[in-house]
């Protein structure tokens, strides 16, 4: 009877897919995926949650989690600064948007122009480490959010900055079911780039500067080379998010991209699992869902304790905090081991040892 897996050839193991199961769940999903903004209103209504503004988000974000997930839990450094690059990306999408560009050709110039700051501030990543590195990019991100907030002529200041809906061709994305199937796109797009440039030699140098950096170093890898690389790659995925932000809410401004939002980004890939293209999907859909969750109880109690929304929202960060904490304590791999052990389990019940 047969009890595992067997593969033959190096290509087989190597494989994204490499079971029938794999592949027909994978097919099921996109089939799902597709075909949800079709049903999904009823679904909203009794819910009482916008669920394809819900998605909307939920792809916006992977984009940018698989950034950081790739700088910090493939290469192993520390950024606090995401937040603001993803306002970079936002900005220079909105600009050159205003400025007459098209979507297909703003959106990349705008994930160019994020890798280039991010890779700015990248720099000393040669240098510093650790604790040291996270302050180097958490003063890139005062540094950023106050060139938003004050470069009024540019950036429209704290008004904001209005930007038009994304159009491909005459069709404009200017709804929660047109920009579903556009972020889905992206996220999909961004998902399988990860997934792949981990297994080519760059995704290999990023994983031996992670755990070894002097090894690596002394093997013939370039580490300032591959440091900056993965900078300058996850800033432009965050950029690529940030410009999707943009185009999603249509109007910007310095408050949507502050340190909360770096520190969302890191708890992101901490809950999900860093090191893990499942964790950015499920770290990002766990701390986008958990604020509309913690509502249920607020809207419930609403007519015996008319203040409980502003409890709520003052006990959110430390909501937030204490769940981050305990995922460190009990699931430092974050949720993508959690189900590699589950599904580990299944996979050959009941011969499981």
Not at 224 to 253: E, H, N, P, Q
Not at 289 to 294: G, I, K, Q
Request: with cysteine; aromatic share 18%.
């Amino acid at each position: 009877m047969p009890c595992g897996l067997f593969y033959e050839r190096y290509e087989k193991d190597e494989s994204i897919f490499p079971t029938v199961w794999l592949r027909f769940w994978m097919i099921a999903l996109g089939v799902f995926l597709l075909t949800f903004p079709f049903f999904a209103q009823p679904l909203s209504d009794a819910l009482g949650i916008n669920l394809l503004n819900l998605f909307n988000l939920f792809f916006i974000y992977i984009v940018g989690a698989h950034g950081l997930n790739l700088l910090t839990g493939y290469t192993g450094q520390i950024s606090l600064g995401h937040g603001a690059f993803m306002g970079v990306g936002a900005y220079t999408a909105g600009i050159l948007a205003n400025l007459g560009w098209p979507f297909w050709l703003a959106l990349p110039f705008a994930g160019l122009m994020t890798a280039a700051v991010g890779m700015i501030f990248g720099i000393p990543s040669l240098r510093l480490k650790g604790l040291y590195l996270a302050i180097a990019t958490m003063a890139a991100q005062f540094i950023l959010d106050y060139a938003m907030r004050n470069w009024e002529a540019l950036t429209g200041g704290s008004s904001g900055l209005a930007v038009p809906a994304a159009s491909i061709g005459g069709f404009e994305f200017d709804d929660d079911f047109k920009f579903y199937f556009l972020g889905l796109a992206f996220a999909a797009g961004a998902t399988m780039y990860l997934k792949n440039i981990t297994r080519t030699r760059p995704g290999r140098a990023f994983v031996a500067v992670r755990d070894r950096y002097l090894s690596a170093e002394v093997i013939g890898v370039n580490l300032f080379k591959y440091r900056i690389m993965s900078f300058g790659i996850s800033s432009f995925m965050v950029g690529i998010a940030g410009g999707l932000w943009a185009y999603y809410i249509t109007i910007i401004s310095d408050e949507h991209f502050t340190i909360w939002l770096s520190v969302q980004y890191l708890a992101m890939i901490i809950v999900g699992g860093m090191g893990s293209v499942l964790g950015s999907i499920y770290g990002v859909i766990f701390m986008v869902t958990l604020p509309e969750v913690l509502l249920i109880p607020a809207e419930t109690l609403t007519e015996i304790w008319p203040d409980i929304f502003g409890i709520f929202a003052s006990l959110r960060e430390m909501i937030f905090g204490i769940i981050v904490i305990a995922f460190l304590i009990f699931e430092p791999d974050g949720l993508a081991a959690r189900w590699h052990t589950i599904r580990a389990y299944w996979k050959l019940w009941p011969f499981s040892y």
